[in-house]
């Protein structure tokens, strides 16, 4: 079993910044592909970002490519989000993901979610 606790999440105004963190406890962290979800509300979970388990290899949408970076510290068992430049279309529930594969991570089924935490996104 992984448990995921995410953190970081606030009110920021449009063009500004924050980062979210991950933080893994239970199986080896390092063998798993992580990454990040979102959801608006009335919307469909929306993938945002997977990163694999040695942390060379990173994927994005169109949608956030070029403004948030994942990024990983297997040494502290964490995964981190750092968006930049955010909109108000950005403004959802970030939710924290783990799987051994990141084709089946990235599909939407994962092994494990994190609880969520909220970013709003002010104009």
């Known amino acids: 079993q992984v448990q995921l606790v995410e953190s970081g999440g606030g009110l920021v105004q449009a ?25 608006a509300p009335g919307q469909e979970r929306e993938f945002v970002a997977a990163i694999t388990w040695s942390g060379g290899f990173t994927y994005y949408p169109d949608s956030v490519k070029g403004r948030f970076t994942i990024s990983r510290d297997n040494t502290k068992n964490t995964v981190y989000l750092q968006m930049n430049s955010l909109k108000p279309e950005d403004t959802a529930v970030y939710f924290c993901a783990a799987d051994l594969s990141r084709y089946q991570l990235e599909s939407g089924s994962p092994d494990y979610w994190g609880q969520g935490t909220q970013v709003t996104v002010s104009s």
């Open 15 to 39: 063009g500004g910044s924050l980062t979210l963190s991950c933080t893994a406890s239970g199986r080896t962290f390092s063998s798993y592909a992580m990454g990040w979800f979102r959801q």
